[in-house]
C-alpha cells in the first residue's frame, strides 16, 4: 500500500491522518504538496485530510480543489484509485467534483466538536471491509459546515446505488432525530463515488485510532484500507 | 510626497496617553520635541499594556525560577524543562477590551496573538485554553458577547489546528462593561532548540515575515490602557481583524525557517507592532536597528511612518537573520505564500533610527525607550476585611435537594459543554482529557508522557480579600493538576485588575500579587510569564480583581491519569482534607441564600501541599479509582459531578455539623478520592502515617444522590439541570447589537 496525503495551505490533520495510517494500518503516507502536478509512482491510496484549506475563505475547498495537484488525484480516481476525503477532504472531493453533493452550515449554525454515532451502511468497499453492514461505530466530529446536501435526483441515485457510506446515528444506531447533529439530508455522514473508490465523510475516524485517546472503533477503516492494496 | 504632520500640542499629548509629566521625561530624554512618529512611538512603548509601569514594581516580587526554569518573564512565553530534551513554552494573555467593542474578532486576535508568542519560541502549540469572564447572564449585552467570543476563539483556534482542551466561563455583573478574555497558549519544543528576542551582530538583515501591514489596531495597546467610557463603541475600528489561515502558515513556515538554521533572534508583532518588536530586538541585544518603511509590505496606498509604526495588523513577525541564510529563508516563505521582506538592519550606536524613503521620522536611544519607562509606585490602601461567616449563623432558605439543584443548574456551576463543544479539541489525536474535567491532559506525542493543563481564579475570594484569593487560585490550579495525577510545574498569570490609579484598586492588586507569590513560593510553583490588563473600568466600576491562573503539569504517564467520573458501584467515597463548614463567599452564600458577603475561605499551603502531594501518591499507587477537588460549591457539587461523569450515584453518610455549612462549604486543599473497599483501611492508614486527614463519607451506587437522611436527588434531574442551563440561555431572545450600556 502506497498512500499519500495531500498537504495544502491551511491543512490541519494531514499529521492525524498520517499518524493513524502509521498505527492502524502499518502504512507510512508520503506528504505531498498541493503545488505538484504528479503523484508518486504507484500511487494506491490519496488522503484529503481535514483542516481549513485556504482558510476556507469563499467557500469550504472551494479553492484548494483547484490546486495543481487535483488534476492527477482526478486521474487517479478516474483509473480505480482510492481517495478518502475527511471533513475539508470531503468538501474539497465534492468541489472537485470527485463526488456529487455539497456541504453546507450546520443546521444550528455553530462549529461542533463531539463524540459521534455513525451506522455503517455496507461493508464491501475498501474503506468499510473491517467493519459489520450496519454496525455502529463511535467516531467524533469536527465542523461547522458538515450538512450535506444533494438535489432530489442525485439523492434517489446515491440512495438507489447504495453510495451512502456512514449515516449519523445514536448509541443504539437509530438514525435521524437529534443524532444528526447538523442537518445533513437524509442523516448522511459520508458518500461513496459510483466505483466505490472515493469515499468522502465528515466525521474524523483519524482520531479514534488509540484507546488512550477516545477509543479505537477509527482504526478499523485505516486497517482495512491497508488491505485493500 | 510629503505629508504634513500635526503639530505637537499637549492635547495631542494626552490624546497619546501620556501624562504631562510623562511628557516632560519624553523631553528630558531626548532633549528636543519628539516628531509625530517620536510621539507616536513613546506611546506605543510606554503605555500600562507595553510597560507594566504600574505594576513591575510589584511583579519583581513574584518567584520566577526553579531548578525546571529554563526561561521566566520577559521573552514572549515561559519555557519549562520537561525532561528527556523536551521543553513546555506557555504563557496566558489578555483581549479584553477589544473584545466588549467586537467580541468575535477580539476573542480570535487574543488566540492568534498568544499563540505566536508560543511559535515564536520554536515551540509547535499543543494546546490552548481561555478564561472567559462575562457580566450578568440577564445584561441585555451579555449573551450577544457570549455568543461573539466563544465563536471567535473557535474561529481561530480551529483553523489555526490547536485542540482547545481547558478553561472557565464565569459570569457576574461587575463584568457588564468590560469582559475578560484571557487566552493561553502551551506549545512543545526541544530544549536544545528555543528561539529567542535577543539579536546579536551588527549590519544583519532584519527580515518583516507574514502578512501585509494596513490602518488596523493603530493604538489598541493604547486603548487597552484607558477606561471605558461611552465612546468606546467608536474605538471598533482599532480592533484588528484575524487571519487564523496567514497563522498557520506563518507557523509552518517560521518552524521550517528555524529548522534551517537561519534564524538569529525573532520577536512576534503583537501590541505595538513593528515599534515594540524591533526595539526589544534591538535593546535586548544592546544593538541598534534601523528601519527603512518603504520596503514594509502594506496592505494600504499611502500609510504614514507613523501608521506603519503602530499598526497591530495580525499574523506578522520579525527577525534576524543570518545574512547568508537569507535566500533560503525567502524560499520557504514564498513557497507558503507569505511576505519576506528586508526592511533594515542592526547597527552598534544603540539608536532606534525610522527611515521613509530616505528621510529620518524617528531617532531614538534604544535602551532608554524600554528602560527609562515610567514607573510608579502607585499609593495603595488594603482591602478592608470582611467579618467571618458561621453556617451555625445562617438559615438555610431551603432543603439540602433543592439547594443542590440550584447550583447545578446555576450559571455560575452549570455544564459549559455548549462553550467547549465549539472548539475543536480533539486534533492532533493527543487529548486523554478533555474539557469537563479538573484538568485537561494532554500526551507528549507519542506518550506516555503527557502534560495536564488549567486555569483558574475565584475573584468573589480575590474582592473579599485580595491576599486569600491570590493564594487561593494558585492553590486551585495546583490542586487541579494534582487532581489528576500530574506534578505541578510552574504557572502563567494574567493580571485583571481596573484603574490602577485609585489606591483601593491599587490595594487589590497588591493584595493579589503577594498572594500568587506567597502560594507559588510553598508550592514550588514559579511563575514564568503573564501579563498584566489594567484599567478594566466601565464609568468609574471596576470588574472583580481577576488574577487569572494558567498552570502546567508533567505526567510520567497519562494511562495513569486520574478523572472525576465515579467507576463502579460500590466503592468507598473518601474526603481528603478538614472542613469547617466556611460559608463565607461561597457559591451556596451566593447563589442559594442570595448574600455576597463574608471572608472567603483561608488557604492554608502547608495543608495544601500536604493533602495534595498524599492525592498524587495514591494517584501513582493506582489506588485512586476517581479524584475530584473541591471548589465552586463544595463537596455535594463534587459529588455530584463526579456522579454525572461516571453515570453513578451515590449514598453519603449523614453531616457533621450543620447540613449547609458540611455539604457546601468551600474549605480548600480538599479532594474527593473514591477507592475499592478492600482499599479503605490502607488508604486511611497511609494518610494518617503522612499527617492527612481522610475519612469515609459515603459509597457510590445507584442511580441517585441521598445526602444523608434528606431527600434523594435522581442523577437525570441533576442531568438535566447541569447541562440545561447554557444551552437555555443561549437560545433565549436575540439581543444581538444591544447598545452599550
Known amino acids: ?229 | 510626497m510629503t505629508q504634513t504632520e500635526p503639530a505637537i500640542t499637549p492635547d495631542l499629548v494626552a490624546a497619546h496617553g501620556l501624562k504631562p509629566d510623562e511628557y516632560e521625561r519624553v523631553l528630558a530624554l531626548i532633549g528636543r520635541e519628539p516628531s509625530y512618529t517620536e510621539l507616536g512611538i513613546f506611546s506605543a512603548m510606554w503605555n500600562e499594556h507595553c510597560s507594566y509601569k504600574s505594576s513591575k514594581r510589584w511583579l519583581k516580587t513574584l518567584p520566577v525560577t526553579g531548578p525546571l526554569v529554563i526561561q521566566g518573564p520577559g521573552e514572549n512565553a515561559g519555557v519549562v524543562d520537561i525532561g528527556d530534551g523536551d521543553v513546555v513554552v506557555f504563557k496566558m494573555e489578555s483581549h479584553n477590551h477589544p473584545s466588549f467593542i467586537e467580541p468575535y474578532q477580539g476573542a480570535a486576535t487574543g488566540v492568534g496573538g498568544i499563540l505566536r508568542d508560543v511559535f515564536t519560541m520554536g515551540a509547535r502549540p499543543v494546546a490552548a485554553l481561555n478564561a472567559l469572564r462575562f457580566g450578568d447572564p440577564e445584561h441585555p449585552r451579555t449573551r450577544h458577547l457570549v455568543s461573539g467570543v466563544v465563536a471567535g476563539v473557535g474561529g481561530y483556534g480551529n483553523s489555526f489546528g490547536v485542540p482547545t482542551v481547558g478553561g472557565l466561563v464565569g459570569f457576574h455583573t461587575r463584568y457588564d462593561g468590560n469582559i475578560l478574555v484571557n487566552a493561553m497558549a502551551v506549545g512543545l519544543a526541544k530544549a536544545d532548540a528555543i528561539f529567542y528576542a535577543k539579536a546579536s551582530g551588527v549590519g544583519l538583515p532584519v527580515v518583516y515575515l507574514g502578512s501585509k501591514t494596513g490602518r488596523d489596531g493603530i493604538h489598541g495597546a493604547t486603548m487597552a490602557s484607558a477606561e471605558f467610557d461611552e465612546g468606546s463603541e467608536e474605538k471598533r475600528p482599532t480592533v484588528q481583524v484575524g487571519d487564523p489561515f496567514a497563522e498557520k502558515l506563518l507557523l509552518e513556515a517560521c518552524l521550517e525557517l528555524m529548522a534551517s538554521g537561519a534564524v538569529v533572534a525573532i520577536q512576534d508583532m503583537g501590541a505595538a507592532g513593528l515599534t515594540c518588536s524591533a526595539v526589544e530586538m534591538g535593546a535586548k541585544g544592546d544593538l541598534g536597528i534601523r528601519l527603512d518603511l518603504e520596503n514594509v509590505p502594506t496592505r494600504e496606498e499611502g500609510m504614514t511612518a507613523y501608521e506603519m509604526m503602530l499598526s497591530e495588523s495580525q499574523e506578522r513577525m520579525l527577525m534576524v537573520l543570518h545574512p547568508e541564510k537569507e535566500e533560503v529563508a525567502r524560499a520557504i516563505f514564498v513557497k507558503w505564500g507569505l511576505d519576506f521582506a528586508v526592511v533594515g538592519h542592526t547597527t552598534d550606536d544603540l539608536r532606534f533610527k525610522v527611515y521613509l524613503n530616505g528621510e529620518l521620522k524617528a531617532d531614538l536611544p534604544i535602551k532608554e525607550l524600554g528602560d527609562e519607562a515610567p514607573e510608579y509606585d502607585r499609593p495603595w490602601v488594603e482591602t478592608p476585611k470582611s467579618q467571618r461567616v458561621e453556617a451555625a449563623n445562617v438559615d438555610a432558605p431551603c432543603d439540602t435537594r433543592e439547594a443542590l439543584l440550584t447550583l447545578i443548574g446555576s450559571a455560575e456551576l452549570s455544564s459549559r459543554r455548549w462553550v467547549w463543544e465549539q472548539y475543536d479539541h480533539i486534533i492532533l489525536g493527543d487529548t486523554v482529557q478533555k474539557p469537563g474535567g479538573d484538568s485537561a491532559v494532554i500526551r507528549v506525542e507519542g506518550g506516555p508522557k503527557g502534560l495536564a493543563l488549567t486555569a483558574d481564579v475565584t475573584p468573589r475570594y480575590c474582592e473579599a480579600d485580595p491576599f486569600e484569593g491570590g493564594k487561593q487560585a494558585v492553590a486551585e490550579a495546583w490542586r487541579n493538576l494534582t487532581a489528576v495525577g500530574a506534578t505541578p510545574l510552574a504557572v502563567t498569570d494574567n493580571l485583571n485588575f481596573g484603574n490602577p490609579e485609585k489606591p483601593e484598586i491599587m490595594g487589590q492588586l497588591v493584595g493579589c500579587i503577594r498572594g500568587i507569590g506567597e502560594a507559588c513560593r510553598a508550592l514550588d510553583f514559579p511563575v514564568v510569564s503573564g501579563n498584566v490588563s489594567l484599567y478594566n473600568e466601565t464609568q468609574g466600576r471596576g470588574i472583580l480583581p481577576t488574577p487569572t491562573i494558567g498552570a502546567v503539569g508533567v505526567l510520567a504517564d497519562v494511562a495513569r491519569s486520574a478523572t472525576v467520573a465515579f467507576k463502579r458501584e460500590d466503592e468507598a467515597i473518601l474526603l481528603i482534607g478538614d472542613g469547617k463548614g466556611w460559608l463565607g463567599r461561597s457559591c451556596w452564600l451566593w447563589l442559594v441564600a442570595g448574600r455576597e458577603e463574608g471572608a472567603p475561605p483561608p488557604v492554608d499551603l502547608a495543608a495544601e501541599r500536604r493533602n495534595g502531594d498524599f492525592v498524587r501518591s495514591m494517584i501513582a499507587a493506582g489506588v485512586a479509582t476517581a479524584v475530584h477537588d473541591l471548589s465552586d460549591g463544595g463537596l455535594l457539587v463534587a459529588v455530584a459531578e463526579m456522579a454525572l461523569a461516571g453515570r453513578i450515584g451515590a449514598r453519603l453518610d449523614a453531616p457533621h455539623g450543620a447540613p449547609h455549612g458540611y455539604f457546601f462549604g468551600e474549605d480548600q486543599a480538599r479532594y474527593l478520592v473514591t477507592v475499592a473497599e478492600p482499599s479503605v483501611g490502607m488508604v486511611i492508614d497511609a494518610a494518617s502515617a503522612a499527617g492527612v486527614t481522610a475519612a469515609r463519607i459515603g459509597t457510590t451506587g445507584g442511580d441517585r444522590l441521598i445526602p444523608g437522611d434528606e431527600a434523594p436527588i435522581l442523577l437525570e434531574e441533576l442531568r438535566e439541570s447541569h447541562e440545561g442551563w447554557f444551552p437555555r440561555f443561549m437560545a433565549g431572545p436575540a439581543v444581538d447589537a444591544a447598545p452599550a450600556s
Open chain 1, 1 to 229: 500500500m502506497n498512500a499519500v496525503v495531500i498537504l495544502f495551505p491551511g491543512s490541519n490533520r494531514e499529521r492525524d491522518v498520517a499518524n493513524a495510517l502509521r498505527r492502524a494500518g502499518g502504512v507510512a503516507p508520503k506528504i505531498v504538496w498541493h503545488g505538484e502536478t504528479e503523484l508518486p509512482a504507484g500511487t494506491d491510496l490519496v488522503v484529503l485530510p481535514g483542516g481549513f484549506s485556504y482558510g476556507d475563505y469563499l467557500r469550504c475547498g472551494a479553492i484548494a480543489a483547484r490546486s495543481p495537484i487535483m488534476d492527477a488525484v482526478r486521474a487517479h480516481a478516474a483509473r480505480g484509485g482510492l481517495v478518502l476525503g475527511i471533513c475539508n477532504g470531503f468538501q474539497i472531493a465534492v468541489e472537485a467534483g470527485l463526488l456529487p453533493g455539497i456541504l453546507t452550515r450546520n443546521a444550528n449554525l455553530r462549529f461542533l466538536c463531539h463524540a459521534q454515532h455513525l451506522r455503517v451502511e455496507r461493508n464491501d468497499t475498501p474503506f468499510t471491509r473491517r467493519y459489520a453492514e450496519g454496525q455502529t461505530i463511535e467516531v467524533c466530529i469536527a465542523h461547522g459546515e458538515g450538512n450535506y446536501f444533494a438535489d432530489e435526483e442525485t439523492l434517489k441515485r446515491l440512495e438507489g446505488e447504495g453510495r451512502v457510506a456512514f449515516r449519523y446515528c445514536d448509541a443504539n444506531g437509530e438514525v435521524g432525530g437529534a443524532a444528526n447533529v447538523n442537518g445533513s439530508i437524509n442523516d448522511i455522514a459520508g458518500v461513496y463515488s459510483e466505483t466505490f473508490n472515493v469515499l468522502g465523510m465528515m466525521p474524523h475516524p483519524e482520531n479514534l485510532v488509540d484507546a488512550a485517546v477516545g477509543g479505537i472503533d477509527g482504526a478499523a477503516l485505516f486497517a482495512g484500507l491497508a488491505e485493500a492494496a
